[in-house]
């Protein structure tokens, strides 16, 4: 769970939990990582969200611009989740014009790995 929205107060820090079948009910344990994986807090969603775009468009090669405004986080911000992706096997990157170096007119495109 996260704060979206917080008319009065602090926003409250992201809260994971599981729901555990005990019996015919369910147990609510707070603090453990479900299906969302390693880690918790904002950065863990956001990736979680990143993956979740990229797998709409399996065979296309998105730019950072591109999946910022689909997660709503600035680019900078996309830039460092997609570096960490890349680096745990889960997305894959390449120059948008393969032929040509890295630059502001060829940049690095993502896709799902």
Known sequence: ???EKLKDGEQWQTQT???????NSVRV???TVGKVGKGSGQTVLD???LLSV??????TWLSVSSLAEAIGKT???TRNLLAELVREGKCKRKLADTTKPQSNRNPWVYSFA
């Open 1 to 3: 769970m996260s704060c």
């Open 17 to 23: 939990f599981d729901l555990v079948a005990k019996a």
């Open 29 to 31: 344990e707070w603090g």
């Open 47 to 49: 990736k979680e969200r």
């Open 54 to 59: 990229m797998g709409e468009y399996p065979d």
């Open 75 to 77: 680019d900078n911000y």
